[in-house]
């Protein structure tokens, strides 16, 4: 048998045994939990939010020009090539002159018989109302002496030192004489009316006359092309020797691109374009230029979305706010960064710590070696970093790898 003394003794060490084993189990444990999580502080930092969006370079309106012409003719010179600087005004092609000059002489012509006629009547019309206010003068002063003799005649025929015959010749004088003169001022009266309405005519002619030969002479303009804005040839689509038909749409010769009028068209995500506002600056990159940082800023932002492959974005015109000196090509891919409101002292952790679940945002800080769910609420993001708004406070820890379910504690 075993004395008593060593059978309690060996039940005190194996009991020693068991807790040693227990505390190291434990302990172990812990280091291990330790050793696999990832912990981050509470601090506090200044954001700068951005969106980012992809974009093209593309001409603002007006910028772009197609040049045509707007009349109908063989081309005779083509002086433009593509790549060719141009300013506004230059002469970019012309087309057969011949017979559009041959309608200007002819419309000169035309204007100078409608001058002369006018000029003619205009001579013509004192002379022949002169000539008929004569005519009305002479049978007055025939009516005023016909008067006198018959009022002579009565007198007379009142002391029988007349016959009856002679005064009656008399009235019938008189009668004729005013007839005439009731004639002479209808004359009168027609010939002011009749050449005023013929100066009237003939001003017309003149006035159609020139209407003709401005459109003649605009018709001759036309058949010269000249740019009608400063900038690069982009395009040449006629050459020397066609004929080009000018009908509803004027047939194209160039096409003129004013670099310095470059806009980006940045396609913002429907979940970022709350944030963007008129006037917040952007910066912009392009893949032919990829160490160029480019200045520009939020001009207008499009209503209607653009859904392609059941994406949804939206169409943030970007004005270019510095001078391009020529690198900017219509078409260019631009990587877009649109600067947002900045925070400046404001908590933050970063982003990998903060989980979804249930509709709401947690993170999960250590305490006595297990992770305690806590939940936040976020603002702004910035990179890997992300703002706190409630739920922590300065100087706290955070665990910013996912922690087992076990360790968890509700």
Do not use: H
């Not at 040839?233 to 096409?255: D, H, K």
């Amino acid at each position: 048998m075993i004395p008593k003394g060593k059978k309690l003794f060996r039940i005190f060490f194996l009991c020693s045994l068991i807790a040693s084993l227990a505390i190291l189990s434990t302990c172990s444990s812990r280091n291990k939990q330790s050793k696999n999580q990832v912990v981050a502080k509470v601090i506090r930092r200044d954001f700068s939010s951005t969106v980012l969006a992809t974009g093209v370079v593309t001409a603002q309106v007006g910028a772009e020009v197609r040049v045509g012409s707007r009349v109908s003719g063989k081309v005779e010179r083509l002086l433009s090539k593509v790549g060719d600087m141009v300013k506004k005004g230059d002469i970019i092609a012309e087309l057969e002159k011949d017979d559009v000059r041959a309608v200007v002489e002819q419309r000169k012509a035309e204007l100078a018989m409608a001058e002369s006629k006018l000029s003619g009547l205009e001579k013509l019309f004192p002379r022949e109302v002169e000539k008929a206010e004569a005519d009305v003068a002479k049978w007055r002063a025939t009516v005023f002496l016909a008067q006198k003799d018959l009022e002579r005649k009565k007198d007379l025929l009142k002391e029988d030192l007349t016959s009856q015959q002679d005064m009656e010749r008399a009235q019938e004088v008189l009668s004729v004489s005013e007839a005439e003169l009731v004639t002479a001022e209808k004359t009168l009266e027609l010939t002011i009316t009749q050449y005023t309405e013929d100066i009237k005519v003939a001003g017309m002619d003149v006035e159609r006359a020139k209407a003709a030969l401005a459109s003649a002479k605009a018709q001759l303009a036309y058949t010269t092309i000249n740019a009608s804005i400063s900038g690069v040839i982009g395009s040449v689509s006629t050459q020397e020797g066609e004929t080009v038909a000018a009908g509803f749409n004027a047939p194209t010769f160039v096409t003129i691109i004013d670099l310095d009028r470059l806009q980006v068209d940045a396609y913002v995500d429907e979940v970022d374009i709350g944030k963007v506002k008129l006037g917040q600056q952007a910066i912009f990159t392009v893949d032919a230029f990829p160490a160029l940082d480019f200045q520009g800023k939020v001009k207008a932002i499009y209503p209607k979305a653009i859904i392609q492959d059941n994406v949804v974005n939206y169409d943030v015109v970007v004005e270019i706010i510095q001078s391009s000196e020529g690198l900017l090509r219509p078409a260019m891919t631009a990587s877009v960064t649109i600067m947002l409101e900045g925070r400046s002292n404001v908590l933050a952790i970063p982003a990998k710590a903060v989980k979804r679940e249930r509709g709401k945002n947690v993170v999960y800080i250590p305490a006595d070696g297990k992770a305690e769910r806590r939940e936040i609420k976020v603002g702004f993001q910035d990179g890997e970093w992300i703002e706190v708004v409630a739920g922590l406070e300065e100087g706290q820890s955070v665990i910013v790898e996912s922690p087992s379910p076990e360790n968890e504690r509700m």
